[in-house]
């Protein structure tokens, strides 16, 4: 299993917004990739806005390469979330799982 995060700042005002493209944009899209496990968003208050941690967690790079494309520590950003941050990670960190609890 590989996880996948990327960290960003929204506005405060758009924070919302911004989950809700995730919920109905971004995740839409991966969830119908072959070896998409999950996705989760995690969010903390930061002195610039609102700090989100997105993980998502697919079975192998392979399924990860058909959201990402072939540069797969490439951020997917698109220009209306891009408005919408303060400032946001161009790279993302990719993990292997070695160990997990029931």
Known sequence: MISRH???VAKKARADEYVHHLK???????????GFI??????REV???IEFL????????D????????KLDRAVVPPPVQDIMVQYDDK???YKESYKTA
């Open 38 to 43: 999950s996705a989760q968003i995690l969010k």
């Open 92 to 94: 993302v960190r990719h």
């Open 54 to 61: 997105i993980i998502t967690e697919c079975e192998s790079l």
């Open 24 to 34: 109905t944009d971004t995740f839409k899209q991966i969830e119908q990739i072959a």
């Open 63 to 70: 399924a990860i390469k058909q959201f990402a494309g072939e």
């Open 6 to 8: 990327w960290t960003g």
């Open 47 to 49: 002195e610039e806005g």
